[in-house]
């Protein structure tokens, strides 16, 4: 049996300790939105004007002042709402409390979820509402919490800088004119410190064992989770829509890996 180092077993407490602020105290209340209501008599075609106007997907529909259900704004046509209502679905309710990455899963299997405050529905939450600040600042703590733990294990993987096998000269030289500016800022580093992602991805692909131990499955599909990583990484880092390369299945899927390869990390 291998043992950690306490000052390495210190290092992965204090990054599950980031990751779970990043996912339990940011909640699906950040990025709700209050959710107007119409009721089962009012005119079809009157709500469905009011939503286009108001930029409305759905709108929750009352009965004696309590919401039962909703509206959607693309099949309202001639008629009360009474005949266009649907019952909300026990998959499309979540408490106020729930972690907003538990709601990007939920949202994978639905195009809308209806946030419960107690027993009344009033709040909505729909896939635009993704590409708040919120989702962004979550989702680029969970890729920055990766690279601090491929930083680690590249750190303990490859002793003495043996890590440089893996890649170009080019690159190398790039992570020492980088390393060499930050030294000369007085700054406790090291040279694996300045390694960017692609680095970083290049050496645990090129790793057959190191690969095997993070459960990637091959170096190609590692490159393919790799470049939709580095895409998602960019979009954040300049304010792009979260899709305007991918699809939202997209964007999911690399957040399941994301979250598989952090557990992956965390044992390693």
């Known amino acids: 049996m291998t043992?950690?180092?306490?000052?390495?077993?210190?290092k992965v407490s204090s990054y599950k300790n980031l990751r779970s602020l990043y996912e339990q105290n940011i909640t699906v209340n950040s990025?709700?939105?209050?959710?107007?209501?119409?009721?089962?008599?009012?005119?079809?075609?009157?709500?469905?004007?009011m939503m286009l106007m108001k930029d409305y997907d759905v709108m929750g529909v009352e009965d004696h002042?309590?919401?039962?259900?909703?509206?959607?704004?693309?099949?309202?046509?001639?008629?009360?709402?009474?005949e266009y209502y649907r019952s909300f679905s026990p998959t499309e309710l979540v408490s106020e409390s729930?972690?907003?990455i538990d709601t990007l899963f939920i949202l994978k299997e639905s195009n809308r979820i209806f946030i419960l405050e107690g027993n009344r529905i009033t709040k909505v939450v729909t896939l635009a509402d993704l590409q708040k600040p919120p989702v962004r600042m979550l989702l680029?703590?969970?890729?920055?919490?990766?690279?601090?733990h491929l930083y680690r294990i590249i750190y303990d993987f490859?002793?003495?800088?043996?890590?440089?096998?893996?890649?170009?000269?080019?690159?190398?030289?790039?992570?020492?004119?980088?390393?060499?500016?930050r030294k000369s800022r007085n700054e406790a580093i090291q040279l694996c410190d300045c390694l960017q992602i692609c680095d970083k991805r290049d050496i645990v692909l090129n790793e057959s064992p190191l690969r095997e131990l993070l459960g990637i499955e091959s170096k190609s599909k590692g490159k393919t989770y790799f470049k939709q990583l580095e895409g998602l990484r960019n979009n954040l880092a300049h304010s792009q829509n979260l899709t305007t390369q991918n699809s939202w299945d997209d964007l999911f899927l690399v957040l399941e890996q994301t979250e598989k390869l952090l557990g992956a990390c965390e044992k390693v």
């Open 3 to 10: 043992f950690m180092p306490t000052k390495q077993r210190d």
């Open 31 to 49: 990025i709700s939105e209050t959710m107007d209501t119409c009721h089962l008599t009012d005119d079809a075609k009157s709500i469905k004007n």
């Open 65 to 82: 002042g309590i919401v039962i259900g909703y509206v959607v704004r693309n099949e309202l046509k001639d008629g009360i709402c009474h």
């Open 98 to 100: 729930t972690p907003l």
């Open 140 to 148: 680029f703590g969970l890729i920055s919490l990766l690279e601090m």
């Open 158 to 181: 490859f002793p003495e800088e043996t890590w440089k096998k893996h890649l170009n000269p080019h690159r190398i030289q790039l992570a020492e004119e980088l390393f060499s500016l």
